[in-house]
C-alpha cells in the first residue's frame, strides 16, 4: 500500500507538472489570449492591401495595445479585405472618424492594426466601421515604384 | 510399434485428455510424430522423456497454446482446434499450470500473484478474496511468506508459490512442466508430495512432465515414455521398470549408452583427424 | 547471384516486418477499449514511463535550453536582431527540439526499459503464464504500457520546451544581457497557438511509435537473456531513426 501511494504521489506531480508546463506554453509563450474572446466590442475596417496581417495580431493606439485582429475575409462586394477588430472594453472612446493602418514593428517584425484617434464626439461602438484606412506597405510595391520613379527622372533629364 | 503395457479398454473410459495421432513440427522438423495417449480423470499421469523429444510441447498442445499440424488434443471432450479463443479462455480457467521456473510476475509480491487470476476473473470482497489467498498459500506452506518479492524467494520457494496460484482458481486439471529441474533434495521431496497430496485433496487429474524417472515413478499412477516424438511405452511406473523393451531399459534405469548413442552421430575418428592436418 | 539472392532476402524481411509491426499495431489498438476499464494499470505506467524519467527530461531541456540562448544570442547578434531571441529560442524548442530531444531520451530511458521488462517476462515464460491463466497479456500488459507512453510523452515534451525557454532566458538575459522585456513580448507576439499545438501533436505521436516499438520488441524478444539484450538494442534503435524519419515528414505536412 505504501508503495501505490508513491506512485499515486509520484504520477500526480508528474502529470500536474506536465499539464503546468502545457499551460504555460499555451497561455505564457503564445499571444493567445483566453477567457476574453466575448469581452470587449468588434468594430470592422476595410484595406485594399493587408500584407501579413495575421489573426491575433495586436490592435494599438500611440504603441498601447487595446485589442486584437479577429477575423479576417474577402469581401466580394468592394474587391477588399475586411479585417474584423475587437477592442478591449475599457477603451471606449475611440472617436468615429480614427483611421486605421497596418504598420510593421521593427524592419522585419510581424504586422499590426495602428489606429490614430480623429476629431469626433461620436464614439466607435459595437459593429461600427473605420472608414479612413490605410493600406498595408508592400516592401515589393515600394522597391519597383522607387525604381519605377529613378527610371523616369534618369529619362527625363 | 507402441507396445501398450495396460488393457486399453480400461484408459478408454473417462479420459480427461484424449490425444490421438498428433503431429507437430518446428521449421520442417517434427518434434512429435503421430503421438496417442489418454489421462485418466483424478489419475497423477507422467509424461517422461530424454530431452528435447517434444514433451514441453505436448504439454503446449494440450493446454492450446500451440496448435498441432495433424491429429486431435480433445479435452474434457472439446477438441482444442475447434474451439474460440473465448471458449478456450474459458477451457483454461478450469485448468492450472506450474512452468519450469515458476514464471511468477515479478513486479507482484508472493500475495499479489496468487491473488492475480482471482483479481483477473472475480470480483470477490477483499477480505474473502485474502482469506482464499491465505488457505492456498497455507497449503503449499508459505502463507509466512506473502510479503515477500519473487526475487527473495528460492527456485523451491517459488515453484511452490506458482503451485498455490495454479491452484487458487480451483482447477481440474493441474498441469507442471519439468517442477523437479533445479531443486535441492529438500525442495524436491516437498514439491514431489504436494503434487500427491493436492491431487488427491482436492480431487484433481495431474499431468506431470519430467525425466526425472525415479521422483515421478514414486507419485505417478500412470506412465507415458516418449521417445522422438512418439510414444514408445505407457502404463503404470512398475510396468515400465519391469520392461524389456531396450529403449526403455535405457531411460528407465538411465544407462548412459543404448538405442540412444552416447555420441553424437560422427564421422569416422580416424579420418577426422586426419583431416586436420 | 550470392549478392542479389541475399538482398531479395533481406528486402523480404523488411517488408515482413513493417506487417509485422502493422497487424501487431492494429491488435494494440484493438485491445484498447477492453483495457480502458483498468486505469490504475495505465496510470502506473504514466509512472514507469513519465516520472520516471523526469529528471533526466528536465535537465536535458535546461541544457538544450542554455545552448540555444548562447548559440542564438551568437547568431543573432549579427544580425543585430538579439531581441528575437526569445523567439527563437521557444520556437525551435516548441516545432523541433522538445519533441525530438524528448522522444529520443524516451527510447533510450523508457524504452529500453519496457523492451527489456516485456522481453524478460517473454523469456521467463511471465506471459505464457498470463495465456494459461485465461488473461490475455495483450490487454494487461501490453495496451498499458502503451498508452502510459502515449499519455506521457506529450506532457514530458511540454515540461522539455518550458525548462529549455527558461534555461535560454537564463543564458541570453542574465548573461548576454538580451532586455528581458523583449525576450518576452517578441516570443509572444511571434509564437501562435499553433506552434504549441504542432510540437503537442508531433510529441503525441512520437509517443505512439516510441512506445509501440519498445513493447513489440519486447514481445517478439527470442526468448533468452542474449535475445532481450538483443530486443532492447533493436528498440532504441528503431526507435530513434523512426523518430528522425518521421520527425520530417510530420513537418513537411504540417508547415
Redesign the interface.
Known sequence: MRQTRA??L??G???L???A??F???T?????EFGLGSSGYRVTAAFDQIGGL?I?A?VSMAGVTIGRVERIEYDFDRYQARVTLRIEEQYDRIPEDSDAGIYT?GL???QYVGIGPGGADVFLADGAELQFTQSAVVLENLISKFLFSKAAEEGAQ | MTPELDAPARAVRDAVVRIRDLHYSVNGRAILAGVDFEVRRRSVTAIMGPSGTGKTTLLRLI?G?LRPARGQVEVDGQDLARLSRAAL??L??R???L???G????DLDVYENVA??LR??TRLPERLLRHVVLTKLQAVGLRGAWRLMPAELSGGMARRV?LA?AIV?DPQILIYDEPFVGLDPVSLGVVLRLIRRLNDALGLTSIVVSHDVREITAVADHCCLLSSGRVIAAGPPRALQASDAADVRQFVHGLPDGPVPFHYPAPDYAAQAAEVH | MRLARDLAASLLAAVRSVGGYTLFAARVLAAVPGALPRPGLV??Q??NT???S?VIIMLSGLFVGMVLGLQGFDLLQRFG?EESLGTAA?LSL?KELGPVVTALLFAGRAGTALAAEIG??RA???L?????????PLR?VIVPRFLGGVI?M???A??F???G?FGAQLIGVQLMGVDPGHF?S????????G??ME??IKSAVFGALCSLIAVYEGYHAVPTAEGVGRATTRSVVIASVIVLLVDYLLTAVML
Open positions: 506512485i499515486e509520484g504520477t506531480l508528474f502529470v507538472l506536465g499539464f508546463a502545457l504555460f506554453l499555451v505564457q509563450i503564445t499571444s493567445r495575421k491575433g495586436p514593428a522585419l517584425g510581424g | 493446454t497454446q479462455f474459458a483454461r480457467r485448468m492450472g499450470m512452468f519450469q521456473q514464471a511468477l510476475l515479478t492475480f487470476p483477473e476473473h506458482a496460484r482458481m | 496510470i502506473a504514466v509512472y513519465g516520472a520516471l523526469l536582431s521557444a516548441l524478460l517476462m521467463t515464460d511471465q505464457a503464464a498470463m495465456e494459461m491463466m485465461a488473461v490475455d494487461r506521457a506529450p506532457l514530458l511540454a515540461i520546451s518550458m525548462i525557454i518576452w517578441q516570443m509572444r507576439a511571434a509564437v501562435e497557438f506552434d504549441v510540437g503537442a
